[in-house]
């Protein structure tokens, strides 16, 4: 897992998932929010991962130039951005429109019958 990640796999955890992982749900959230492009994600999930690769480099003397660590932190960022944006949208579109849709699943809604 080191020679994948580039780091620890603790390191990994803690980092990415968990603590750059709630910055990029509360990316996708604000994304949902403002009514934007899902496309956006992928730019910020690009910025989080570096930010991440960073401070694994300076805090936990991580390798800092990882392409594969970078990507694979761009891929679970990006993942835990994507499902916080569609959350959002979900419930967005169910509670300003209930005359319109209704919730159908975790990510997903339907007209209302």
């Given at each position: 897992?080191?020679?994948?990640?580039?780091?620890?796999?603790?390191?990994?955890?803690?980092?990415?998932?968990?603590?750059?992982?709630?910055?990029?749900?509360?990316?996708?959230?604000?994304?949902?929010?403002?009514?934007?492009?899902?496309?956006?994600?992928?730019?910020?999930?690009?910025?989080?991962?570096?930010?991440?690769?960073?401070?694994?480099?300076?805090l936990f003397d991580a390798e800092l130039l990882a392409p594969l660590g970078y990507l694979l932190d761009v891929l679970v960022l990006?993942?835990?951005?994507?499902?916080?944006?569609?959350?959002?949208?979900?419930?967005?579109?169910?509670?300003?429109?209930?005359?319109?849709?209704?919730?159908?699943?975790?990510?997903?809604?339907?007209?209302?019958?």
């Open positions: 897992m080191e020679e994948l990640t580039g780091s620890d796999p603790f390191v990994f955890l803690g980092m990415t998932v968990a603590l750059f992982g709630l910055g990029a749900f509360l990316t996708g959230e604000a994304i949902a929010q403002t009514w934007r492009s899902p496309w956006q994600l992928v730019a910020y999930a690009l910025l989080l991962a570096g930010g991440d690769r960073f401070l694994q480099f300076a990006l993942a835990i951005a994507w499902a916080s944006w569609r959350l959002t949208l979900a419930r967005l579109m169910v509670v300003q429109y209930p005359w319109l849709y209704e919730r159908s699943g975790l990510f997903t809604w339907r007209a209302r019958a």
